[in-house]
C-alpha cells in the first residue's frame, strides 16, 4: 500500500507536470529545461508502476491510455451546438451590417449608446466539446450535426494543451468547454516533412489534419498528430460561483482555469471597431500561426444575447465574417513546364479560372517530377488550388474520386519534354536532384541573364562594368544572346544604352578586351557549368590542362580529378554533349579569348612534387595566376619569397630584391620561356637558365 507520503508526491507531482504542460503547451513559455520536465515525469511513472492503486485517471501519463476503438460512441450534447450565421457582405461593411441588424432587434435607436462587442477568429479546424465535471475532463465530443456527436475523448486527451484537470481551487459541477481544434502551420509542414521522408502519406492542409487526426480510432496514431485547441464558447454549465456575465470574461476566466484561449481578440463598442479588428486581422492573416477563415463577433454581454435569442440554429447574437478562401477545387487543363534562370524546368498546372485567395489564378506551380509524383496530379484531374497571401498558387492535392474515366497518363516531364521548350537543347535530370534541367546553358534564353552575369563576374571573366543593369538592356535589346556576343559589341552600341556615357561605354569596351587574355580555370568556371564552382573548375584546369582534353574527357577520366564525384562528372559532360555550348565556346575562341594551355597533372604528374617557386618580375605573355595554375598543375608550390629550399625563381622584366637574393643563394632562375620548355609535355628536362 502507497503510504500518505507517496500518495502526497504523487498528487504534488502531477500538479507541478501539469503547470510545465500549460506553460510549455499554452503559453509557449517553459519554465524548466526540458530535461527536468522528463525527470518529474518519470518520477511520477515509476511512483504509479510500483504502486497502481495510485494511477489516476487525469494523471498526465495517462494521456496515450486506450486501445484502438473499433467505432465512436454517439453522444447527445446537454446543450446544442450551434452553427454560426456566415455574413455575405465579405468587404469590412459587413461589420456595420451585423450592428445594424443587432441594434433593429435590440430596439436600439440612433440616440441609445453604443452595444459591446467580442470580436474574435474563426479557426478553420473541428468544433470540439469539452465536458469537465468537478474540474476532471470527463469526455470530448465533436459537434456532429448539433444534436448528437461522437465521442472522441480518448484522441482528445492526447492532447498535451487540453488540461486533463482544471487548475482551480473551486471547479464549477458541470463545465462544457466549446472551441476548434486545429492544426498550426508550422506543425502542418513539419509533420509533413517527417511523413515525406518516411516515404508515408502526407496530410492535405492543416484543416484535414486536424478533422482527421480526431476522428482516429487508434488514439496511438491521433497522439502522433500535432493538434491545438482554442476555446470560444460554453455549452452546459453548472454550479458555477460567480459565473461571468459577458463571453469576454468567460474566455478570460477560462484562460485563468489553464484552458487555451486565443490572445487575438479585442472588446469594443460599435461597428468601427469590427471592422478595424476585420481589416487589422485580414493584413496579418498570412502571418499568424494558424489558418483562419474569418473574424467572429459575439454581442459582449450574456442579458443581450439571451434577448436576442436564436433564429432557428443560429445565435442572432454572432456572426461569423469570412476572409476570401484560400482553396479551391478546379480542373487541370494540361501541364506545361517554365524554365527559370538557373535552368530548371517547374511543371506548371494550366487550371480552369477559379477564384482563390482574392484573385483568379489560371495556373499554380508543381515544384517538381516528385511532387507531381506524391501528388499524382495528371491533366484532366480535379484539384484543390491554394493561394494564401502572396505565396505564389500551388496545387495541393488530386480529388483522386473525381479522376476522369479512362484514366490520363501519370504525367513525367522527361517524357513530354525531353529537349528544353526555351532553346531546344537537351533536359536531364541529375542523379540526387529533384529539378530537371535544360542543359544549354549558354545558349537558353531563359537562363541568358543569369549566364552573362555570371560569365562577367570577377572570379570568372572579370568584366568590370557588365552589371545586371547593363545585361538587362542587352539582353532585353537582343544585343547579347550569348556570352560570345559580348566580345562583338561596339562603342556605338554601348554608348547607345541607357545610363551610359561614352566614357564608361569606352572603359567597358576596355574590359571586354582586356578579359580576353584570361586563364583556363576561370574560362572554364566562366561556362555556368552545373555543380562546377571555382575550386572545381581551378582543379580541372590543373589536372587537364587544356579545353579540349576537358571536352573530350569521358566520365571516367573526370572521376580521376581531385573532388570530382559522379555528379559533377555527369554535369561536365552533359554540358559539352550539348552541341549549342560547344558552339558558343568555339565563338568565344575566334573572338579572341585565350589563355594558356599546358601539359596538365595527368600527364606531367609530378614534374614539380615536392618544388617550391617563386614568381617575380612581369613576365612577358603570363599573368602570375596562369603562371601559378600550371606550376601548380605539375605538382609545384609558388611561394612568396626566397630561400635556400626554393626550387627555381621566374623572373620577368622588373625584377627585384628577390631576384638578387635568388643570385645570393644561389637559387635556379628561370624567364617564361625556361617555366613553358620546363612544363612543356614533351621537353620535360629541358632547363632554361637565364643569362643575366
Ligand atoms: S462560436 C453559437 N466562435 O465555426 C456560436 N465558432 O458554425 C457557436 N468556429 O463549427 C460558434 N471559430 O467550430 C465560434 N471563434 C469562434 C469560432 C467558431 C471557429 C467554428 C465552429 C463552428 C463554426 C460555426
Same mark, same amino acid.
Given at each position: 500500500?502507497?503510504?500518505a507520503?507517496?500518495?502526497?508526491?504523487?498528487?504534488?507531482?502531477r500538479?507541478?507536470?501539469?503547470?510545465?504542460?500549460y506553460?510549455?503547451?499554452v503559453?509557449d513559455?517553459?519554465?524548466?529545461?526540458?530535461?527536468?520536465?522528463d525527470?518529474?515525469?518519470?518520477?511520477?511513472?515509476?511512483?504509479?508502476?510500483?504502486?497502481?492503486?495510485?494511477i489516476?485517471p487525469?494523471?498526465?501519463?495517462?494521456?496515450?491510455?486506450?486501445?484502438?476503438l473499433?467505432?465512436?460512441a454517439?453522444?447527445r450534447?446537454?446543450?446544442?451546438?450551434?452553427?454560426i450565421r456566415?455574413e455575405t457582405?465579405t468587404?469590412?461593411?459587413?461589420?456595420q451590417?451585423f450592428?445594424?441588424?443587432?441594434?433593429?432587434?435590440? &430596439?436600439?435607436?440612433?440616440?441609445?449608446?453604443?452595444?459591446?462587442?467580442?470580436?474574435?477568429?474563426?479557426?478553420?479546424g473541428?468544433?470540439?466539446n469539452l465536458?469537465?465535471?468537478?474540474?476532471?475532463?470527463?469526455?470530448?465530443?465533436?459537434?456532429?450535426?448539433?444534436e448528437?456527436?461522437?465521442?472522441?475523448?480518448?484522441?482528445?486527451?492526447?492532447?498535451?494543451?487540453?488540461?486533463?484537470?482544471l487548475?482551480t481551487?473551486?471547479?464549477?459541477?458541470?463545465l462544457?468547454?466549446? &472551441?476548434?481544434?486545429?492544426?498550426?502551420?508550422?506543425?502542418?509542414?513539419?509533420?509533413?516533412?517527417?511523413q515525406?521522408?518516411?516515404g508515408?502519406?502526407?496530410?492535405?492542409?492543416?484543416?484535414?489534419?486536424?478533422?482527421g487526426s480526431?476522428?482516429?480510432?487508434?488514439?496511438?496514431?491521433?497522439?502522433?498528430?500535432?493538434?491545438?485547441?482554442?476555446?470560444?464558447?460554453?455549452?452546459?454549465?453548472? +454550479?458555477?460561483?460567480d459565473a461571468?456575465?459577458?463571453h469576454g470574461?468567460?474566455?478570460d476566466?477560462?484562460a485563468?482555469?489553464?484552458?487555451?484561449?486565443?490572445?487575438?481578440?479585442?472588446?469594443?463598442?460599435?461597428?468601427?471597431?469590427?471592422?478595424?479588428?476585420?481589416?487589422?486581422?485580414?493584413?496579418?492573416?498570412?502571418?499568424?500561426?494558424?489558418?483562419?477563415? !474569418?473574424? @467572429?463577433?459575439?454581442?459582449? $454581454?450574456?442579458?443581450?444575447?439571451?434577448?436576442?435569442?436564436?433564429?432557428?440554429?443560429?445565435?442572432?447574437w454572432?456572426?461569423?465574417?469570412?476572409?476570401?478562401?484560400?482553396?479551391?477545387l478546379?480542373?487541370?487543363?494540361?501541364?506545361?513546364?517554365?524554365?527559370?534562370?538557373? &535552368?530548371?524546368l517547374?511543371?506548371?498546372?494550366?487550371?480552369?479560372? #477559379?477564384?482563390v !485567395?482574392?484573385?483568379?489564378v489560371?495556373?499554380?506551380?508543381l515544384?517538381?517530377?516528385?511532387?507531381?509524383?506524391?501528388?499524382?496530379?495528371?491533366? =484532366?484531374?480535379?484539384?484543390?488550388?491554394?493561394?494564401?497571401?502572396?505565396?505564389?498558387?500551388?496545387? #495541393?492535392?488530386?480529388v483522386?474520386e473525381?479522376r476522369?474515366?479512362?484514366?490520363?497518363?501519370?504525367?513525367?516531364?522527361?517524357?513530354?519534354y525531353?529537349?528544353?521548350p526555351?532553346c531546344?537543347?537537351?533536359?536531364?535530370?541529375?542523379?540526387?536532384?529533384?529539378?530537371?534541367?535544360?542543359?544549354?546553358?549558354l545558349?537558353?534564353?531563359?537562363?541568358?541573364?543569369?549566364?552573362?552575369?555570371?560569365?562577367?563576374?570577377?572570379?570568372?571573366m572579370?568584366?568590370?562594368?557588365?552589371?545586371d543593369k547593363?545585361?538587362?538592356?542587352? @539582353?532585353?535589346? &537582343?544585343?547579347?544572346h550569348?556570352?560570345?556576343?559580348?566580345?562583338?559589341l561596339?562603342?556605338?552600341?554601348?554608348?547607345?544604352?541607357?545610363?551610359m556615357?561614352?566614357?564608361?561605354?569606352?572603359?567597358?569596351?576596355?574590359?571586354?578586351?582586356?578579359?580576353?587574355?584570361?586563364?583556363?580555370a576561370?574560362?572554364?568556371?566562366?561556362?555556368?557549368?552545373?555543380?562546377?564552382?571555382?575550386?572545381? $573548375?581551378?582543379?580541372?584546369?590543373?589536372?587537364?590542362?587544356?579545353?579540349?582534353?576537358l571536352?573530350?574527357? $569521358?566520365?571516367?577520366?573526370?572521376?580521376?580529378?581531385?573532388?570530382?564525384?559522379?555528379?559533377?562528372?555527369?554535369?561536365?559532360?552533359?554540358?559539352?554533349?550539348e552541341?549549342?555550348?560547344?558552339?558558343? #565556346?568555339?565563338?568565344?575562341?575566334?573572338?579572341?579569348?585565350?589563355?594558356?594551355?599546358?601539359? =596538365?597533372?595527368?600527364?606531367?604528374?609530378?614534374?614539380?612534387?615536392?618544388?617550391?617557386?617563386?614568381?617575380?618580375?612581369?613576365?612577358?605573355?603570363l599573368?602570375?595566376?596562369?603562371?601559378?595554375?600550371?606550376?601548380?598543375?605539375?605538382?609545384?608550390?609558388?611561394a +612568396?619569397?626566397?630561400?635556400?629550399?626554393?626550387a627555381?625563381?621566374?623572373?620577368?622584366?622588373?625584377?627585384?630584391?628577390?631576384?638578387?637574393?635568388?643570385?645570393?643563394? !644561389?637559387?635556379?632562375?628561370?624567364?617564361?620561356?625556361?617555366?613553358?620548355?620546363?612544363?612543356?609535355?614533351?621537353?620535360?628536362?629541358?632547363?632554361?637558365?637565364?643569362?643575366l
Amino acid at each position: 500500500m502507497a503510504s500518505a507520503d507517496v500518495l502526497a508526491r504523487a498528487t504534488a507531482l502531477r500538479r507541478e507536470i501539469e503547470q510545465h504542460n500549460y506553460a510549455y503547451y499554452v503559453l509557449d513559455q517553459p519554465t524548466i529545461p526540458d530535461a527536468e520536465y522528463d525527470w518529474l515525469f518519470r518520477e511520477l511513472q515509476a511512483l504509479e508502476t510500483e504502486y497502481p492503486e495510485l494511477i489516476t485517471p487525469d494523471s498526465p501519463t495517462q494521456r496515450v491510455g486506450g486501445k484502438p476503438l473499433d467505432g465512436f460512441a454517439q453522444v447527445r450534447h446537454a446543450v446544442p451546438m450551434l452553427s454560426i450565421r456566415t455574413e455575405t457582405d465579405t468587404e469590412a461593411s459587413g461589420a456595420q451590417a451585423f450592428d445594424v441588424r443587432v441594434r433593429k432587434e435590440l &430596439g436600439l435607436s440612433e440616440a441609445d449608446p453604443l452595444v459591446e462587442y467580442a470580436a474574435e477568429l474563426k479557426f478553420d479546424g473541428l468544433a470540439i466539446n469539452l465536458r469537465y465535471e468537478h474540474g476532471l475532463l470527463v469526455q470530448a465530443a465533436t459537434r456532429g450535426d448539433g444534436e448528437t456527436g461522437e465521442d472522441v475523448t480518448q484522441n482528445i486527451r492526447t492532447l498535451h494543451c487540453i488540461p486533463l484537470r482544471l487548475q482551480t481551487e473551486a471547479p464549477p459541477a458541470v463545465l462544457e468547454v466549446r &472551441g476548434e481544434v486545429f492544426m498550426r502551420r508550422d506543425d502542418f509542414e513539419r509533420y509533413n516533412a517527417r511523413q515525406r521522408e518516411a516515404g508515408k502519406l502526407t496530410l492535405v492542409n492543416p484543416r484535414n489534419g486536424a478533422a482527421g487526426s480526431i476522428r482516429q480510432l487508434d488514439p496511438a496514431m491521433a497522439a502522433q498528430r500535432p493538434l491545438s485547441f482554442f476555446a470560444y464558447g460554453l455549452g452546459d454549465v453548472q +454550479g458555477w460561483k460567480d459565473a461571468p456575465r459577458t463571453h469576454g470574461a468567460t474566455l478570460d476566466a477560462l484562460a485563468g482555469m489553464s484552458i487555451p484561449v486565443c490572445s487575438e481578440r479585442i472588446i469594443g463598442s460599435g461597428a468601427a471597431v469590427l471592422v478595424a479588428f476585420h481589416d487589422d486581422i485580414a493584413a496579418r492573416r498570412d502571418s499568424l500561426p494558424f489558418d483562419i477563415d !474569418g473574424v @467572429v463577433y459575439k454581442v459582449n $454581454a450574456y442579458d443581450l444575447q439571451r434577448e436576442l435569442g436564436f433564429l432557428t440554429r443560429e445565435p442572432r447574437w454572432a456572426v461569423a465574417h469570412k476572409y476570401p478562401a484560400q482553396e479551391q477545387l478546379t480542373t487541370v487543363l494540361g501541364i506545361e513546364v517554365q524554365v527559370g534562370r538557373t &535552368g530548371a524546368l517547374t511543371p506548371v498546372a494550366r487550371l480552369a479560372p #477559379v477564384f482563390v !485567395g482574392g484573385v483568379t489564378v489560371t495556373n499554380a506551380t508543381l515544384h517538381n517530377q516528385d511532387e507531381i509524383d506524391r501528388k499524382d496530379v495528371r491533366v =484532366g484531374d480535379t484539384v484543390i488550388v491554394r493561394r494564401a497571401g502572396d505565396v505564389i498558387p500551388e496545387v #495541393v492535392a488530386a480529388v483522386i474520386e473525381r479522376r476522369p474515366d479512362p484514366e490520363p497518363p501519370r504525367f513525367n516531364i522527361l517524357e513530354i519534354y525531353p529537349v528544353c521548350p526555351e532553346c531546344g537543347s537537351h533536359v536531364v535530370r541529375l542523379e540526387g536532384e529533384a529539378a530537371v534541367r535544360c542543359t544549354g546553358g549558354l545558349v537558353c534564353p531563359a537562363q541568358r541573364k543569369q549566364a552573362l552575369l555570371h560569365f562577367a563576374g570577377r572570379r570568372a571573366m572579370d568584366i568590370e562594368g557588365l552589371g545586371d543593369k547593363l545585361v538587362d538592356q542587352l @539582353v532585353e535589346r &537582343g544585343l547579347v544572346h550569348t556570352p560570345a556576343d559580348v566580345y562583338g559589341l561596339d562603342l556605338v552600341t554601348l554608348a547607345g544604352l541607357d545610363r551610359m556615357a561614352e566614357k564608361s561605354a569606352a572603359n567597358l569596351l576596355a574590359a571586354i578586351e582586356a578579359s580576353k587574355a584570361t586563364t583556363l580555370a576561370r574560362f572554364i568556371f566562366a561556362l555556368g557549368i552545373r555543380n562546377v564552382g571555382e575550386t572545381t $573548375a581551378k582543379d580541372l584546369a590543373r589536372h587537364f590542362g587544356s579545353l579540349d582534353k576537358l571536352i573530350s574527357a $569521358a566520365e571516367v577520366d573526370l572521376l580521376a580529378v581531385r573532388d570530382v564525384g559522379p555528379i559533377v562528372a555527369q554535369s561536365i559532360t552533359q554540358f559539352f554533349a550539348e552541341p549549342h555550348n560547344l558552339d558558343v #565556346v568555339n565563338s568565344l575562341r575566334a573572338a579572341g579569348v585565350h589563355w594558356p594551355e599546358f601539359a =596538365g597533372m595527368s600527364q606531367s604528374a609530378g614534374i614539380l612534387t615536392g618544388q617550391t617557386l617563386v614568381l617575380t618580375g612581369t613576365l612577358p605573355t603570363l599573368t602570375r595566376e596562369s603562371a601559378k595554375e600550371m606550376i601548380e598543375a605539375a605538382g609545384g608550390k609558388v611561394a +612568396g619569397s626566397v630561400s635556400k629550399k626554393t626550387a627555381y625563381v621566374v623572373a620577368g622584366e622588373e625584377a627585384g630584391s628577390k631576384l638578387t637574393k635568388a643570385q645570393e643563394l !644561389g637559387v635556379s632562375i628561370l624567364d617564361e620561356a625556361g617555366l613553358l620548355a620546363l612544363l612543356a609535355p614533351d621537353n620535360n628536362n629541358a632547363q632554361h637558365r637565364l643569362d643575366l
